[in-house]
C-alpha cells in the first residue's frame, strides 16, 4: 500500500490485493457445458485480486501504540480454469473491504497486524493479514 496522512487519524491508501491461487480436481459426468460452469460459479470460492483505495482512521494511546479500521474499495478479478474441459468461469467486480488491526511504531518504522474481510459479490474471504510500514 501508498497511502498519504492527512492528520495523526485520517490516511488514504491505495494498494494491491491478491487472494492466491487454487487447484480443482473433478470428475465431470456427462453433463452440458452451461450446467458445470453455473455450478463452477457458486460452489468455487472466489479468489480474486485486484486495486485497492481505502480510508485509514487511527487512535493512537500510550505513544507507540495504535488502533486502526480500513474501511476501502477492492476491484477484483477471479477465474476459474478446469484443465481437460471448456468450461472457464470468471468473475469481477467493485465491492467494499474492512480491515481492524493495531500496530506498533519504533521510529518511523511501523509494524501491525490487522483482521481483513472482503466482500466478493455474494461470497466473502477473510484472513490476518501482517503489515511493514515506514513513514517519513
Known amino acids: 500500500k501508498l497511502g498519504y496522512s492527512y492528520n495523526p487519524h485520517v490516511a488514504v491508501m491505495v494498494g494491491y490485493v491478491d487472494m492466491g491461487e ?3 480436481e473433478i470428475d465431470i459426468l456427462d453433463e452440458e457445458e452451461s450446467v458445470i460452469t453455473s455450478a463452477l460459479g457458486e460452489a468455487f470460492p472466489h479468489l480474486g485480486a485486484g486495486p485497492t483505495v481505502n480510508a485509514r482512521f487511527t487512535r493512537g494511546f500510550a505513544q507507540r501504540y495504535s488502533v486502526y479500521a480500513d474501511l476501502g474499495m477492492l476491484y477484483w478479478n477471479s477465474s476459474v480454469r478446469v484443465t481437460g474441459f471448456s468450461a472457464d468461469v470468471e468473475d469481477d467486480g467493485i465491492d ?7 500496530q506498533v511504531a519504533i521510529e ?4 501491525g497486524a490487522g483482521y481483513q ?10 484472513g490476518l493479514g501482517l ?5 517519513f
Open 96 to 102: 467494499p473491504w474492512v480491515t481492524l488491526g493495531a
Open 131 to 135: 503489515s511493514l510500514s515506514y513513514s
Open 108 to 111: 518511523q518504522l511501523s509494524i
Open 22 to 24: 487454487a487447484n480443482l
Open 117 to 126: 474481510y472482503f466482500k466478493l459479490s455474494s461470497k466473502s474471504a477473510a
